[in-house]
């Protein structure tokens, strides 16, 4: 195989590896909060109820839902969190890739990549979060930071590299 598609190759795998790394990092040490239970209780087997099952079923189902909305709302802080940890981690790797850019074009390349799939992920996690303000200042980094890369990477003038000055002369050593 080529070496340039290895290298190629060997920049996704690092790249989508290190998003694996952080999203299940973050999942490890800050677990989601857990759904509640439907309890047993919410099945009525009988086809004629008597009022005090109604009332039974009803306090049950009350319980039910304030449960879900707690659930709910723990949920929300809890993929607010992660969307900013993802987003700082994310920046973090991108300082990383362009500290080691100079030194290994190939590493850097795959810790950008890394860098972009997790700031996709803080996205998605922000629109699963539901705060609509976080998830336009989520992607206002976003921008920024491939603003900021297009920029550095792709429209950056490129160092000439020196030749000698041509002066119509050919080479004293030339045959």
């Known amino acids: 195989m080529d070496n340039k598609v290895l290298k190629a190759v060997y920049t996704v795998f690092l790249g989508v590896i290190i998003a694996l790394f952080v999203g299940l990092g973050i999942r490890t040490f800050y677990a989601p909060p857990e759904a509640p239970q439907f309890p047993v209780e919410m099945v009525f087997e009988k086809t004629n ?3 005090e099952e109604l009332a039974e079923q009803r306090e049950v189902q009350i319980q039910q839902e304030a449960a879900f909305r707690e659930y709910q709302e723990a949920s929300d802080i809890y993929n607010r969190n992660v969307t900013i940890v993802a987003l700082i981690s994310s920046v ?3 300082g990383l890739s362009l500290m080691v850019e100079r030194r290994n074009r190939v590493l850097a390349n795959g810790v950008m990549l890394g860098s972009l799939f997790t700031l996709i992920y803080s996205i998605t996690r922000s629109f699963i979060s539901g705060d609509t303000t976080l998830s336009f200042i989520v992607v206002t980094v976003g921008l920024a930071i491939v603003l900021f890369l297009g920029s550095k990477r ?7 590299q020196s030749t000698p000055p041509h002066n119509g002369d ?3 050593n030339a045959a």
């Open 49 to 51: 109820p008597t009022d």
């Open 92 to 94: 973090v790797l991108l």
């Open 170 to 172: 050919a080479p004293a």
């Open 154 to 160: 792709f429209f950056q003038p490129r160092a000439k």
